[in-house]
Nanobody, 125 residues
Framework: QVQLVESGGGLVQAGGSLRLSCAAS????????VGWFRQAPGKEREFVAG????????SYANAVKGRFTISKDNAKNTVYLQMISLKPEDTAVYYC??????????????????WGQGTQVTVSL
């Protein structure tokens, strides 16, 4: 079992930055893919960015390319999502998910087995 805890959300003005964290406990992220998803009110949960722990490969949704960066800290068993140039349309609850996947990064929500509780990101004008 993997327990995931997100943190780092908050209220920020448009153009601002936030860094979200996804910390794992129970076991390491080795052999896992970690994905960040978001869900805005009235919308489905959508893929934002993903990371393959084994080879460090990344994947981003078109809407966030060039603005969001996903990275890891091995020692802390944590995956980060650095978000810059935030826009009001980035407002959502952000979730991290994990799935055993040695080399690929799933982009579908149903592919993930473990989820955190979510952290709210609100971007104001």
């Amino acid at each position: 079992q993997v327990q995931l805890v997100e943190s780092g959300g908050g209220l920020v003005q448009a153009g601002g930055s936030l860094r979200l964290s996804c910390a794992a406990s129970g076991r390491t992220f080795r052999n896992y893919a970690v994905g960040w998803f978001r869900q805005a009110p009235g919308k489905e949960r959508e893929f934002v960015a993903g990371f393959s722990w084994n080879d460090g490969s990344t994947s981003y949704a078109n809407a966030v390319k060039g603005r969001f960066t996903i990275s890891k800290d091995n020692a802390k068993n944590t995956v980060y999502l650095q978000m810059i140039s935030l826009k009001p349309e980035d407002t959502a609850v952000y979730y991290c998910g994990a799935v055993v996947s040695r080399w690929s990064i799933p982009t579908f929500e149903r592919s993930y087995d473990y989820w955190g509780q979510g952290t709210q990101v609100t971007v104001s004008l």
